[in-house]
């Protein structure tokens, strides 16, 4: 398996693919350096980091986890080396499980990326214009830690969590959150990539299942909506977070065998 | 053993049969020219017996195993060269042929080998996109001799290539039995090709084998014909038919069909003789086998060419 994963990185070296890999964090952390440095009134970490999760979670992830999906089924659908490949004497699910966890591992970096990305530009906002530096929560961490405890207070007063002394494990959990709640999502795009040769196919699958995101965010069924689960790992109810990680893992490891088995059958006319 | 054997092999697109019982037995040591007119169904069968398409019906074995029940075992020893070679355009004819490498878990030294058997030795780092057609089609080779399989699959292996190509091509399917020991299945509808290269050869059309066997039993179908030239057309062709010969007309020369290949020379001359004591003046006499082409187009049973219709 790990030869496979060797095999399906090597084929990476310059494609466009890589391209992706840093353009999707670079242009959310572009998008938050440049609020924050024209005086966006985000003032702490913690609101800036989920305002940028934010935006990765809803738009640049899964049109990231569309077009490396895409691009990496259109490596082999594009010169017409399923057949040489599948003909191999290696088993077939191991080629496409090796091509899931890369792209898997693509968006894992991705994520980190994006995390480090968003740091680095809120440190750059506030390096060049100290008005706009970001400061740690820590002086209004008492006070949101007691309306925390307080059971008067709602559990999902969103900037009470954020401003507990811990913020930057939050943060972490939740960018983790987000990855693992895009299985599903991951797990769609591969299987329509696989599947179909014509590449507008998964490309519209993707921006179509962002685009229904928007309004599936109003519906009582949003929760089972795969493109909406990592938006949804941002909350503060913990029932909607967990439903949403859980059914993005659990339903994204099953769609993935479920692909496998199926695209082990797959057939070269 | 065979290297290839199938069994009532039937495959079916939409219900329509593009395969339908297909007995293949092809020798090991053999190169195996699998001949058809186009849509005959010669991809579709080659693509069942390397495991990319599932037959509806039909047992195929690659050196004795199960391709069905053992894929990976079958396929341990069988490379594969496409009729259009398709590689990874955005890397290096050695980046191409490491993947598989890697994937075949073979020594690092097998690219060289393999490079070198093609004569690709000087652009082994040049990206794929910048190879000619004929350079791609040898890294198609390269890629199938890797690891040394015992049999080696070519689907219309000269498809798209010059004449200098195809005559390369040729050449070096034809020196890779006794190079490597290998068994060659090649595919083709280059009949003039498969005349110079195969020792076997099955012909399918619509999906059924009309033909299998040895080049030999091929042309042992039909006997030899004679080709004659004479002064006086209508004298010859009333001495022939008083032989009771079934002429033809075949190249602007007359054409009769002898008895048997084996004493083709024998009765060649007693026609000879025969017109030249008749008075008929003969400037022409020749024995012509039957090409491929026109024995291929008798197996299948397609109807011959104006010019070679039978007018007696």
Not at chain 2, 156 to 165: H, K, M, Q, S, Y
């Amino acid at each position: 398996m790990l030869t496979s994963i060797q095999v399906e990185l090597m084929k990476l070296k310059r494609s466009k693919i890589m391209l992706v890999f840093l353009a999707g964090p670079a242009l959310v952390a572009l998008l938050f350096f440049s609020l924050q440095a024209s005086g966006a009134e985000l003032e702490v970490w913690p609101f800036y980091f989920f305002a940028g999760f934010t935006a990765w979670a809803t738009f640049m992830l899964p049109l990231s986890a569309t077009i490396i999906a895409t691009l990496m089924a259109q490596l082999e659908h594009g010169p017409k080396t399923w057949a040489h490949l599948l003909a191999l004497p290696v088993p077939k699910w191991r080629l496409f499980a090796a091509k899931a966890v890369v792209a898997l591992l693509l968006i894992a970096g991705m994520s980190i990326l994006t995390g480090l990305l968003l740091w680095f530009g809120g440190w750059l906002a506030g390096y060049l214009n100290p008005e706009h530096k970001l400061i740690d929560p820590a002086p209004y961490a008492a006070l949101a830690e007691s309306m925390l405890n307080d059971e008067d207070t709602a559990f999902g007063d969103l900037d009470a969590a954020l401003l507990v002394r811990n913020w930057k494990w939050v943060v972490v959990e939740r960018l983790a959150y987000i990855y693992l709640s895009s299985f599903l999502l991951i797990a769609v795009q591969l299987w329509a990539a696989f599947k179909f040769r014509n590449f507008l196919i998964p490309l519209a699958l993707g921006v179509g299942g962002g685009f229904f995101a928007i309004f599936a965010q109003a519906s009582k069924y949003g929760i089972f909506f795969p493109w909406l689960m990592p938006f949804n790992t941002l909350g503060f109810m913990p029932e909607k977070v967990n439903m949403a990680l859980s059914l993005g893992l659990v339903g994204g490891v099953a769609a993935m065998l479920l692909m496998l088995i199926d695209m082990s059958r797959m057939q070269i006319k | 053993m065979t290297a290839i054997e199938t069994e009532n092999l039937h495959k079916k697109f939409l219900g329509v049969k593009a395969v339908d019982g297909v007995d293949l037995a092809v020798p090991e040591g053999a190169i195996y020219g699998f001949l058809g007119p186009n849509g005959a169904g010669k991809t579709t069968t080659i693509r069942m017996i390397l495991g990319l398409l599932q037959p509806n019906k039909g047992k195929i074995r690659i050196f004795g195993e199960d391709l069905m029940r053992r894929r990976t075992k079958a396929l341990k020893n069988v490379g594969v060269a496409f009729e259009t070679p398709a590689h990874y355009e955005h890397l290096t004819g050695r980046e191409n042929l490491d993947i598989t490498r890697r994937l075949l878990g073979l020594d690092k030294s097998e690219i060289d080998r393999v490079l070198e058997t093609v004569e690709l030795t000087h652009v082994p780092n040049r990206l794929v996109r910048k190879y000619s057609l004929g350079m791609r089609h040898r890294l198609g080779l390269a890629r199938a001799l890797l690891g040394k399989p015992k049999l080696l699959v070519f689907d219309e292996p000269t498809n798209g290539l010059d004449p200098v190509g195809i005559r390369e091509m040729r050449e070096f399917i034809t020196s890779l039995p006794e190079r490597t020991g290998a068994t060659v299945f090649v595919s083709s509808h280059h009949l003039a090709e498969m005349q110079q290269m195969a020792s076997h050869v099955a012909v399918i059309h619509l999906g059924k084998i009309v033909f299998q066997g040895g080049m030999n039993d091929l042309r042992g179908l039909h006997a030899s014909r004679l080709e004659i030239a004479c002064v006086d057309e209508a004298a010859a062709r009333a001495q022939l038919s008083g032989m009771g010969k079934r002429i033809e007309r075949r190249g602007g020369k007359l054409a009769i069909e002898l008895a048997s290949n084996d004493g083709a020379e024998a009765e060649a001359a007693a026609v000879n003789r025969k017109l030249v004591e008749a008075g008929v003046d003969v400037h022409h006499l020749a024995l012509a086998p039957w090409t491929l082409e026109e024995l291929f187009l008798q197996v299948i049973g397609a109807p011959p060419r104006a010019d070679d219709q039978a007018d007696a």
